[in-house]
């Protein structure tokens, strides 16, 4: 008699195969008080690997909750900030993306109002959260600059491969405006202030 499939999955070796760890990791973006430059939100991480760089807040994917749901647990644990709109942008699965071992990590794009963005603090491994502005040189090369200490360096500086994955995400928003400009809504809360992000878009 042909098995049924309960009985091959009561038999299924599920250790025949490596198993990769999965994460997620959120860009969440805002602007500044006055709209002339997007900014950032990262944590510095308080464990090795990459122990005090800066990075995009994220972290491993518990077995029973969906994507969406852990990078919005990562996010609160990480930052205490709720994500509003959440949109996954890609996946970065390259072999040797972490030293630690084999991780896939789902990146999400969260767009916040900056009247909204209270009460940022860093938790979990996190040892602090800060507001980074992305700036473009004169060589139009993207760098950061800590919004309270004015610190700034290159995007090669960021943790694991997330150079990769804030510059994927920045093209994937400035793609979205494309075909939706309402999506800065999200960003901003008056039509006047809206026209003001979609020129900022424009310039990066």
């Known amino acids: 008699m042909e098995q049924t499939e309960k009985e091959f999955l009561k038999t299924y070796d599920k250790n025949k195969y490596e198993k990769p760890s999965v994460t997620t990791d959120i860009i969440v ?31 491993f994917l518990d077995i029973h909750e969906s994507l969406e749901d852990g990078a919005r647990r990562e996010l609160k644990e990480e930052t205490n900030v709720d994500a509003d709109y959440l949109k996954q942008v890609q996946a970065f699965g390259a072999v040797q993306r972490d030293p630690r071992m084999r991780v896939i990590s789902i990146a999400y794009l969260s767009l916040i109002e900056r009247s909204k963005l209270i009460g940022v603090q860093s938790g979990d ?9 992305i700036r ?5 090369e993207y760098y950061l600059e800590n919004e309270c200490t004015h610190e700034s360096f290159d995007l090669n500086h960021l943790a694991f491969d997330h150079k990769k994955i804030l510059l994927t995400a920045l093209s994937e ?7 939706n400009e309402k999506i800065v809504n999200h960003l901003v809360n008056d039509q006047e202030d809206s026209q003001k992000v979609l020129d900022l878009l424009k310039a990066y």
Not at 37 to 45: E, G, H, N
Not at 173 to 179: A, C, D, G, P, W
């Open 125 to 133: 491994d996190a040892k602090d959260a800060q507001w980074f502005l």
């Open 136 to 140: 473009l040189s004169e060589d139009h």
């Open 173 to 179: 928003l400035k793609r979205e405006v494309l075909i």
């Open 29 to 59: 973006m805002s602007t500044d008080e006055n709209i002339s430059a997007l900014r950032v939100l990262l944590i510095q991480r308080k464990k090795h690997p990459f122990k005090d760089y800066w990075a995009i807040p994220g972290g």
